[in-house]
Nanobody, 119 residues
Framework: VQLQASGGGLVQAGGSLRLSCAAS????????MGWYRQAPGNERELVAT???????NYADSVKGRFTISRDNALNTAVLQMNGLKPEDTAVYYC??????????????WGQGTQVTVSS
C-alpha cells in the first residue's frame, strides 16, 4: 500500500490548511486512516483518525478546529485544519491501517508534509 499525501505549507495563525492522503496499491480492506504529527524534539502524536465506518477520534488539542473525512471508494482521507495555531507546526504523517490481502494486517505511513503556522 502506498500513501500519497498533499497539502500543507505556511499559513498565519488563525488560517486554514487542508491535507489530503490517497492510498493505492494492494488494498483488500481498510480499518482506519488518519493523521499524526511530529514537532522537532517531540514524539509523533495522533492528530485525528477515521474508521471505514466513519467513526472519528481527535486529539484534545485539535478538537473543534480540525475535521477528518474519508472517501472509502477513493481510499482517501482529508484533514481540514481551521483556526491554526503556532503550536500546530509540525511534520504531518498520513497513516493507513488495514489489510493488503486477507491475511496481512498492518499499518502504512506516508511521507511527511510540513505544516508551519506563523504567529
Amino acid at each position: 500500500v502506498q500513501l500519497q499525501a498533499s497539502g500543507g505549507g505556511l499559513v498565519q495563525a488563525g488560517g486554514s490548511l487542508r491535507l489530503s492522503c490517497a492510498a493505492s496499491g494492494s488494498i483488500f480492506s481498510m480499518n482506519a486512516m488518519g493523521w499524526y504529527r511530529q514537532a522537532p524534539g517531540n514524539e509523533r502524536e495522533l492528530v485525528a483518525t477515521i474508521t471505514s465506518g466513519g467513526s472519528t477520534n481527535y486529539a484534545d488539542s485539535v478538537k473543534g478546529r480540525f475535521t477528518i473525512s474519508r472517501d472509502n471508494a477513493l481510499n482517501t482521507a482529508v484533514l481540514q485544519m481551521n483556526g491554526l495555531k503556532p503550536e500546530d507546526t509540525a511534520v504531518y504523517y498520513c497513516n493507513w491501517d488495514g489489510y493488503s490481502d486477507p491475511w496481512s494486517l498492518r499499518a502504512y505511513w506516508g511521507q511527511g508534509t510540513q505544516v508551519t503556522v506563523s504567529s
